[in-house]
Each structure stands twice: as structure tokens, then as C-alpha cells.
């Protein structure tokens, strides 16, 4: 998350400042801003190095925070769950207790290894990300300076790319192919070289990502 500034407005689009080389496309922003104007915005893809052309960062001004078991979307209502929860009766019984407590602007997009968690634990869960969310703002409302980061999320960008890719990746790195083949991962289904640098993280969230069920 950072505090950007906007710089200028193409068509639907606007050039976010966040204090990069380039500035930020933010698409389909969910306010018209006016140039100058400070704004909240979330990264979604950082900036990348393409045929020696470096191609601009994307960010969002529609904020989400992850939980333990959920994901928190300030200012988008409703409460949705991951595609993999089928369990009905569990369902219900969560959207009861949740409509309970969500309070109006608030959005839920309930993980998938929440499933056999029970109302406690998703209202506990909930309760750390409003706490989360009001300190972001506050600290956001004290920040004037572009380009400060003001949370970063427990899953880098990199798993956001592995969630959307289908491609095979190809490392020498023998290590981290049997960890990934004894977690029941197939390899064949993500896009680039894993460098270095990447490859601690990737077996630090392995565990994470298989729990989400998130489809690689």
C-alpha cells in the first residue's frame, strides 16, 4: 500500500506517482480524481523489465487486506467465499454470523482454508482487519510524502503471478522442485525462471498458497 499522488489523466485512466522511476496506471479507479490530488492506492503488479523497455507499474484504489482467513475490502460490500468452500450448510451458517457483524461498507471475501473454521474465529479474524484498516488510514491521513509504503502484505507480488499463470517454469534449483513435488504441486503450471532471491520465498508460502487452495 502506498501514498501516491496523481499526475495526469488519460481517458478513464489516471498516472499515479508513487514515487517510482515511472508512474503507476491505476484502471478503473472507483473515484474521478483531480491532478494533484493524494491518493490510497495498492499495488498490483511492480514495475517489469520488458525487451529492455521497463513497462509501468499498476496499482488499485480499491483496497484489500489478507487475513488469516479472510480477505477485508473496505468500501465494496457484500461477503463471498472462494469457489473451493462447497460445504452449504457451512456457508450458511458463516453469512449468518457475518451479516451480523459486517457493518456497511465493509466487503468479505471469505479464504478457502477457512473451511471447518468456525463464526469465532472468522469474527476474530475480521475484527484484526478492521484494526488494521483504521491504523492504515490514520497513518495514511499523517503521510504526505510519495511513495511511502505503508503496509506490506505477508504474500509478495510474486504469488499474485503465480496465481494467474499457466505456462511452464523452468529452474536447475533441486531443492525446490522436491519440495514442490512432495507438496502436490505441479511445477508445469507457472511462467518465468525462478530466480534466486525468490526461491526462499517461494518455499516459505508453499504451505500458504496450498492451504488457500488457490489453483497454480
Known amino acids: 500500500l502506498y501514498v501516491g499522488r496523481v499526475q495526469a489523466k488519460e481517458g478513464p485512466n489516471f498516472w499515479i506517482d508513487i514515487g517510482f522511476k515511472k508512474p503507476a496506471l491505476l484502471q478503473r479507479p472507483r473515484h474521478n480524481y483531480t491532478q494533484g490530488e493524494k491518493v490510497f492506492v495498492q499495488l498490483k503488479r511492480p514495475p517489469l523489465l ?31 467465499f472462494s469457489a473451493q468452500i462447497r460445504d452449504k450448510d457451512w456457508k450458511k451458517e458463516i453469512l449468518d454470523c457475518l ?27 475480521l475484527q484484526k482487519a478492521r484494526q488494521r484498516w483504521a491504523s492504515l488510514q490514520d497513518l495514511y491521513e499523517k503521510t504526505d510524502k510519495v511513495g511511502t509504503q505503508l503496509h506490506s502484505p505477508q504474500r509478495p507480488w510474486l504469488f499474485d503471478t503465480l496465481d494467474n499463470v499457466k505456462d511452464p517454469v523452468f529452474t536447475d534449483n533441486a531443492d525446490l522442485m522436491v519440495a514442490m513435488k512432495g507438496a502436490g504441486v505441479s511445477e508445469n503450471r507457472l511462467t518465468f525462471d525462478l530466480k534466486p532471491h525468490w526461491q526462499q520465498e517461494v518455499k516459505a508460502y508453499l504451505q500458504s498458497i496450498l492451504e488457500e487452495m488457490v489453483p497454480l
Open 50 to 80: 520488458e525487451k529492455y523497455i521497463l513497462k509501468n507499474a499498476e496499482v488499485s484504489d480499491a483496497i484489500s487486506l489478507s487475513g488469516a482467513f479472510l480477505y477485508y475490502t473496505p468500501g465494496k460490500k457484500g461477503i463471498n
Open 99 to 125: 451479516e451480523d457483524v459486517a457493518q456497511e461498507g465493509e466487503g468479505l471475501v471469505i479464504k478457502g482454508r477457512a473451511y471447518t473454521q468456525n463464526a469465532v474465529s472468522l469474527t476474530q479474524d
